[in-house]
Every structure is written in structure tokens, then in C-alpha cells.
């Protein structure tokens, strides 16, 4: 290890932390100076990466789920050779620069997660573990190990106070996932005051009490960062790797290290003293020619190191076409199209069946026609039924396995998905119900605004589940889904519906979905061709019943009161229309014309009814029309009988549409 030389670029990667939150006039200094040897150690030591080739499948991760801390990340992506050049530093936080205030997945090479929102990237690390050692069971074989890398993931006290990093660290310690390193950065301090006013747990037997391999070094102490991660990586004992690194924070600012006012940009008024006391020059974002140069050849020799592995990964190829096939169909992007996956799900059964039960279906007739699609639930596949028959669970033993057992740990769960989705290749999805969606509603919003091809199945939809009573009766849960930018949120009314809503869930190519099902039975829509149905759902809304004569008034559903507007139709005879609303996303972008030809303008009398809150359904009804929902907390009776006293019926509907008519 060259010390004088990584020395000199943790100081520049400090004067280039200083000089962008000081261009700036916001961002955070504190980590990006207390890291700084880190920093070194990882992007010139410990990792492996081609920064030419960023998607080079057997790279390590690096997730920084400390993204207040972005400039770190950015200064090292810049010094090691990633498409990342001095301009974007400058920029840093200014309008479409690639260096975002948090690092976004997607916007810049290099970044493996969105993360910021504290506790998040430590789940995202742990999916990717999964991930690989999912991977590594399924396409490895004796003779050519594709897959051999690590995940190393750097947090701070704010992660590690989080829930979400415990439920995710549990979940990694017991399945043994020892492709995973996390490094903590413990300075003592956090936003408001030093952490001693928040926390006082003995933080190495916390982790090794719950399987973890623990290590403590002086994080400023080069040798020290590169053995321990060394001593981690080496490690063959079936365990997850803590490196709790004892900084310094804001290291670099005398006004301001050690202290909590280094934790945002308070340090950066006294850039040009800090500048000076590191020895940089008067010159701002300052690297030096001979650290550019030791991080080009060692670029050189990271080239020359993937071309090895690419040279073992076309003999793999060779010797394995089958499993070659499905790998690169899933690196390319490669996906069966909606109607290959509509033919791969067998018509669905006539008799009364919860959307949960078809759900079960539907998913296990795709996973023999998707082979990388994985499942989860939160310790409710008993309730949530998405388990794939003869797929095997996830274990330390059998990590080929494609059902994961989150246990009670929602939040991780989401944030576990999120990762497995991050690294790519798997299509995986996790399972609750929608009255906990609440617990995990940070990941999935992250998932949307990261663009992640994951989804929910967010079971036990409403009300209608009964006898347990408003604390597990979803009413705001839906539209509450609805509201974030990017989710497809399906309800479907029956089984035809369910299957393709799956279908849409797993070809949506720029986000996520919420797949909302009901635990009570419903009947099956047997009057509308099954193929309607189906296809309805992907384009998010159709006209499931045809009124004859002239048009007077729309009925508008979804899920399990698709069946009411039916009935009232039929009893308010001619000129009723039934549309069915499963998604609202997929309804919204369709073009006008062809929402106009579903809603027709000229026709205001309009009604919608669904089992929750009533307001997005304005949008659709006007204000001539009216909404049935259910703008309360719900009721502990039976299901139908709940339905019924919050008007949840056909009688409803009609009594509705007869005061709109007149």
C-alpha cells in the first residue's frame, strides 16, 4: 500500500467535499472528512470494480447509506475513474447535475441505490447480498465461479438508530449472509447533540448477539481500514461482517470536527482556513497529477482484471448454455411481453375465490414461466398465499430457495426487496398486509422513485376483513399508495382481473406495483369475457358492463365492489355503464380520447364506489356526481355485515343513483 499517495488523496477528496458544499451553500461536510481514509482504503484497496465497465456483474457493491454524506461518494468516483468529471463535483447539488443532493440510483455511474433516507441503503445492501448468494447457488458451478464479489455498505449512527438497518442486520445475521460487510462510521455524533443523548448500547455485542463477526479499528488508520476489510472479505465462518470504524467527524475543520455542527454545512464557511491547515493550495477543487495518475494505472489494472474474469465467464458460458441463456436474456433486459405471460396463466376457476387465493395462482403459474422470479412475506404466506409451490425457502442451506421468510419485519422487508432489485436479474416481490403497508410505505416509495421493476402484494384489502377490527381494516392505505408519483396500485375485482394484474406488475418497465387483494371471497365476473378483463387491468380501466340505449349514467369500481355497481346496473336497467377501475395510474396515462371513450364528458351522472376513502374518486365522478366510500375507521362484526353498515351494497348504489337521476 502506497501510504504518502492515498494519504494525498483522502486530503484532496477532503478539499473536494469542502470546496462543493462551500459552491454550494448546503450539503453535508461531516462525513465525506471524517471517511476520507476510508474512502482511500476502499476505492483503491478493497474494492473491486472497473470503473469503465460500472455494470460489470461480479464488481462489488459499495451502497453508502449515509447519502447525506454524497459528496464521499462522488469524490471517490470522480478520483477512481468513474464517469464522473470535475465539472459534475462543481455542480454538485445544482440543477440536472448528476451529483444530487442524495445519491440517485440511476443518475450517475457508480451509485448501486437511492439512498438518504437513513436506514434504507443498509436493507438495499442486505437485498444485494441476497441477491448474489441467491445467484451464486443457481448459476455457479464447480469448475467457473461467476459470481464471487462482496457487498460493503458504509452507515453512520443515523442508520444504525433507524429501525429499518436492525430489521434488515437481523435478517442478515440469521441467514448468514457473509457476502456482506458493513462499515460504521462512529463519531459520536449526531444532528442535534453528541450520541450519547440518544443512545448508550454496547454496539459490538448488540450486532454479535444477533450473528454478526464484529471488528473495531480506528477508521483514520489506513493499514488498520485496509486488514480489517481484508480480515472480513477472507472470513469463512457463515457470518456478516461489522467494521466499526472510530472517526472523526468533520476532520479537516478544527471550528467544527468532533463535533455536531460538522455534521451539515456549517464547516464550509471556513473552506479557505481548511484548506490551507490540510495543505491543499489556493487552487479550489484541487487534485494533484500524481494522484490522477495512481488511480489511472490502477484503472489499468482493474481493466485488465474484469477482462480475466470476462475471459472465465464466456468459458462459463460455453460449458453452460442453458443457464447462459437465462443469465444474459435477464442482463439484456430481455422480458417475455404481456401476451406470452397472459398465455402462461390457464383460465381461472368460475366459483367465488378471494383475490388473495387467485393471486397464489396466478403467481405460481408465472413462476414456471419466469424461472428468476422470486417471493417474500412478512411471516404471512399462510395469510398472503403467495408462495411458490416446490420453489424452495431461501436458507443458509439452501440459498437457491425462491420463498423468503422476512419475519415480522416489514420495513426490512421493503427495503430488502428494494436491494434485490438494485442488483438486478430477479424479479421479487414481498408480502404483507395492507393495513402494514404503512411500515414499509419509506421503501416502497424509494422503490418508485428509483424506478425498481419490484412489487407488493398487499393482502386483506379492507373492511371486509372482519371480525379483527379497524386496527387491521385498511381504509386510507390504498388511496395513501396511490399518491406516490410512480406506483402502479392495481385492485382487481376477481380472479380474470388478478391474473392480469400480475401480469402488468411484472412488465411494468419504469416502476413498481401495488398488487391489493382481498381476503373475503367474490364472485367472478362471468359476464365479461375473460380476456376483457385481463386486458382491461393493463390498460387500467374498461367498460365492464355496456349500457343499452342512450348513455345517463356510470357506475365506477374496482376490486371487491366491482360486483355492487354490477348488480345496481342491472336493476337500474337501461342506460347504466359499469366501468372498472382497477389502477388509476395505468386509467391516467392513457391517451384522452381513450379515457374519454370509457368516461364519455357529456355523461355527469356519475357514481363511484369503493371500501375506503373517498376524495381520488372526485377526479372521476365531478362535481355532479357522488362517491360511496368509507371516510372512517372501520368496525369489529363480520365482513358482510361490516360491508353493510358502511354501504358497501348494490342497495347503496341504487339508492344513489336514483336521488342523482331524480
Known sequence: MNHDILSKAATQARGLAIDAVH???????????????????????????????PKWLNRDRFVLSAGHGSMFLYGWLHLSGYNLPLEEIKNFRQLHSITPGHPEFGETDGVESTTGPLGQGVGNAVGMAVAEKHLQARFNT??????????????????????????AMSFAGHFGLDNLILIYDSNDV???????ATQSEVVDAKYVAVGWEVQTIDGHDLDAVAKAVAKAKAADNGKPHLIIARTEIGRGIPEVAGTSKAHGEGGAKFAEAARKGLGLPEE???????????????????????????????AWKAANPAKAELLESALSGEFPSADELLGAIPAQPEKAAATRSSGGDV????????????????????????????????????????NLLFGIREH??????????????????????????????????????????????????????????????????????????????IRPADAEETAGAFVAALTNPSGPTSLILTRQNLPQMT??????????????????????????LILISSGSELQHAMAAADELGDGVRVVSLPSLHRFNKLPKEQRDEILPPACRKRIAIEAGVSDLWYQYVGLDGVVLGIDRFGLSAPGDTVMRELGMTSDAVVSAAKALLG
Request: charged share 20%; net charge negative; aromatic share 8%.
Open 23 to 53: 459552491a454550494a451553500g448546503i450539503g453535508h461536510l461531516g462525513l465525506p472528512l471524517g471517511a476520507a481514509e476510508i474512502g482511500a482504503v476502499l476505492f483503491s484497496e478493497s474494492l473491486e470494480f472497473d470503473p469503465t465497465t
Open 142 to 167: 464447480p469448475d467457473h465461479k461467476i459470481l464471487d464479489h462482496h457487498v460493503i455498505c458504509l452507515a453512520g449512527d443515523g442508520c444504525l438508530q433507524e429501525g429499518v438497518a436492525m430489521e
Open 190 to 196: 449526531t444532528l442535534d447533540a453528541m450520541a450519547e
Open 284 to 314: 479550489t477543487f484541487y487534485v494533484s497529477e500524481d494522484v490522477r495518475a495512481f488511480f489511472a494505472k490502477k484503472t489499468e489494472a482493474r481493466i485488465a482484471e474484469r477482462k480475466e474474469w470476462d475471459g472465465l465467464f464466456h
Open 363 to 402: 403467481l405460481n403459474s408465472l413462476a414456471e414461466a419466469l424461472p428468476l422470479l422470486i417471493s417474500g412475506s412478512a411471516d404471512l404466506h399462510g395469510s398472503t398465499k403467495n408462495y411458490i409451490n416446490n420453489g424452495g425457502d431461501f436458507t443458509r442451506e439452501n440459498p437457491a430457495g425462491r
Open 412 to 489: 426490512g422487508m421493503g427495503a430488502i426487496v428494494n436491494g434485490i432489485a438494485y442488483y438486478g436479474i430477479l424479479q421479487p416481490s414481498g408480502a404483507t398486509f395492507l393495513a402494514f403497508s404503512d411500515y414499509m410505505r419509506g421503501a416502497v416509495r424509494l422503490s418508485a422513485l428509483s424506478h425498481l421493476r419490484n412489487f407488493q402484494i398487499f393482502t386483506h384489502d379492507s373492511v371486509g376483513v372482519g371480525e379483527d377490527g379497524p386496527t387491521h381494516q385498511p381504509v386510507e392505505q390504498t388511496s395513501a399508495l396511490r399518491l406516490i408519483p410512480n406506483l402502479d396500485v
Open 527 to 552: 359476464g365479461i369475457a375473460a380476456d376483457t378483463r385481463r386486458r382491461g387491468v393493463l390498460q387500467g380501466g374498461y367498460i365492464a358492463r355496456k349500457e343499452s340505449g342512450d348513455l345517463r
